[in-house]
């Protein structure tokens, strides 16, 4: 399987192996970032992103060929990111995979962003359903019980910023520099996360939802009051922020497996974390804590498949098309694709 990934700032293809028993062999995974097209505006700009994957991608996919030692022609189909993601981006992969499937006269799998990072575990772990995701990225915060390839049940989801995008704004408004996650954990390492008292939205509340809105505000009111900032302010602000994200993310994620429980006593709690912000190793120990009290598995896989890559593309791709699941050349990109939609379901040779 080929699989395209072009719904942000990286441009990635990868070729993955699945077999009869639905082991994974990854041959090749190829992403090029775009955080230097973007340093200088503070954030991706959408335009600037769809250029650079037009440049791009037919050398990332011949790439991604050569070093898993095969032609293109070799390929069973081609999956290509579909959505939900920046719709210029997202155009540009879905296109070519088009391309590449008529011309070569193979089966095209659109793929759902979403779905892909959903099923990565099961291309590194070979994790058995049911079990719970907690998608944690730039774009996205939300659990979701995936039942299997294409069934899916949102459990809960941010009502605001992504976590991803607090993360960025905070650090932009410290003045740390992009991507906003790393550059806020490295600063946190030398800071008190006890000097500053950060709200924790909603975290009272029985249902699983997020806000983090109010905790990003809290910030900047806390770095104006204090204007101008030293090293030590921000390196505190930084630790405090980023400790009250741990203990919401920590508290939700024991709210969850507590459901999952409940709801599927007959199967042992399984919590697979995916997106960049799986990264950040406070955020990681606070999940670690949360799942050992709920007797639950924490699952994360290898952050290069955490972030937007080729691999998890083709590998969903993969999983739909074993189950011959396949999609019309008119498969239109979307802006937003909410993985509960009834069209996820699995439907036998759609095209």
């Known amino acids: 399987m080929l699989g395209i990934e072009t719904s942000c700032d990286e441009t ?12 994974a ?18 954030g991706v700009v959408p335009e600037l992103a ?10 990332i996919i011949a790439q991604a060929c050569r070093e898993a030692g095969i032609k293109l022609g070799d390929v069973d189909a081609i999956a290509a990111t579909a959505g939900p993601g920046l719709i210029g981006g997202v155009l540009v992969g879905l296109t070519t995979a088009k391309a590449l499937a008529a011309a070569l006269d193979k089966p095209l799998i659109a793929v759902n962003h979403l779905e892909a990072h959903a099923l990565t575990a099961r291309l590194i772990d070979g994790v058995q359903f049911p079990y719970l995701m907690l998608l944690v990225s730039g774009g ?27 993360f960025d704004k905070v650090a932009k408004l410290l003045a740390l520099g992009h991507p906003g996650g790393p550059a806020v954990e490295a600063t946190a390492k030398s800071g008190d996360p006890k000097r500053f008292k950060f709200p924790r939205p909603l975290l009272r509340e029985a249902r699983l939802d997020f806000s983090f809105s109010g905790l990003k505000t809290a910030v900047r009111l806390q770095a104006e009051a204090l204007a101008p900032l030293s090293d030590q ?10 400790a009250a994200v741990a203990e919401v993310v920590s508290v939700r994620a024991g709210q969850a497996l507590a459901r999952f429980k409940a709801e599927l006593p007959d199967h042992k709690p399984q919590l697979v974390v995916a997106g960049g912000v799986a990264a950040n190793r406070t955020i ?7 799942c050992a009290a709920a007797g639950a598995t924490l699952i994360v896989p290898p952050i290069a498949l955490c972030t937007d890559n080729g691999a998890m593309v ?10 011959g699941a396949t999609d019309h050349l008119d498969f239109t990109a979307r802006p937003r694709w909410p993985l509960d939609l009834p069209d996820m379901k699995v439907v036998p040779d759609a095209a």
């Open 284 to 290: 990681a120990a606070a999940l670690d804590k949360a």
């Open 50 to 59: 769809a250029r650079a994957h037009v440049t791009y991608l037919d050398h």
């Open 233 to 242: 302010d921000v390196a505190d602000i930084a630790a405090s922020f980023q």
């Open 12 to 23: 990635a293809a990868s070729i993955v192996v699945r077999d009869s028993a639905g082991k």
């Open 314 to 323: 083709a590998w969903a791709g993969a999983e739909r098309f074993a189950l």
């Open 25 to 42: 062999v990854i041959r090749s995974n190829v992403v090029r970032s775009q955080l230097d097209e973007h340093a200088a505006f503070g």
């Open 140 to 166: 996205h915060s939300q659990f979701v019980l995936v039942r299997g390839v294409g069934d899916y049940e949102r459990w809960g989801t941010t009502i605001d910023d992504a976590l991803g995008e607090a």
